[in-house]
């Protein structure tokens, strides 16, 4: 079966139900992750991942777990780099037993 919905970068995912659903700034909410502003605003505009560290970060002070952000991530990157596989195959074969 094919996967209709597009998969969101977990940033976003951040930004709208922790963040904007928290009534915070990026500011405050980076102040209380205890990374600067410019990560954290990587991540909520996807140009930068949810790290192991990071994840652990949101769990101690939002709640929740590491595992799911992490979980998110990787799923995040595996639909992406599977995008990229398909669009540009590379010049692979299968393996074949003789």
Known sequence: MERKMKFSHPGKILK??????????????SELLGITRASLSNIVNSKSSI??????????????TA?????LQASYDLE??????????????YFEYS
Do not use: C, H
Not at 80 to 93: E, H, L, T, V
């Open 51 to 64: 790290t192991p560290n990071m994840a652990l970060r949101i769990e101690t002070v939002f709640g929740g």
């Open 67 to 71: 595992d799911f952000w992490v979980r």
């Open 16 to 29: 709208m139900e922790i963040i904007d659903g928290r009534g915070l700034s990026i500011s405050k909410a």
């Open 80 to 93: 992406s780099a599977k995008q990229d596989f398909y669009k540009n195959p590379p010049k692979i074969r």
